[in-house]
Nanobody, 122 residues
Framework: QVQLVESGGELVQTGGSLRLSCAAS????????MGWFRQAPGKEREFVAA????????YYADSVKGRFTISRDNAKNTVYLQMNSLKPEDTAVYYC???????????????WGQGTQVTVSS
């Protein structure tokens, strides 16, 4: 069992930066690949980024590639999402998730956090 708690979301201006954190409980954090997803009002949840168990490989949606960076610290049971050059279309609730593989399909993830709101003003 893994419990995930996101933090770091807030209101930011276009072009600004934020770092989201996702703290995991339990001793098995390093056994899971981690993903970040987001959901805007009226839209489906979409993949943002994922990272393998060791942190050695990362994957990104085309919409955030070059602007966002996912990382993890297994000693701290935490995964991060550094978001730079933010745009109004990045506005959404951001969720972290834990699963067996770092893939884009949200249905393949076993555990989810409650989400943190990111709002980018124009």
């Amino acid at each position: 069992q893994v419990q995930l708690v996101e933090s770091g979301g807030e209101l930011v201006q276009t072009g600004g930066s934020l770092r989201l954190s996702c703290a995991a409980s339990g001793r098995t954090f390093s056994s899971y690949a981690m993903g970040w997803f987001r959901q805007a009002p009226g839209k489906e949840r979409e993949f943002v980024a994922a990272i393998i168990k060791s942190g050695g490989s990362t994957y990104y949606a085309d919409s955030v590639k070059g602007r966002f960076t996912i990382s993890r610290d297994n000693a701290k049971n935490t995964v991060y999402l550094q978001m730079n050059s933010l745009k109004p279309e990045d506005t959404a609730v951001y969720y972290c998730a834990a699963g067996p593989e770092p893939i884009a399909d949200p249905n393949e993830y076993d555990y989810w956090g409650q989400g943190t709101q990111v709002t980018v003003s124009s």
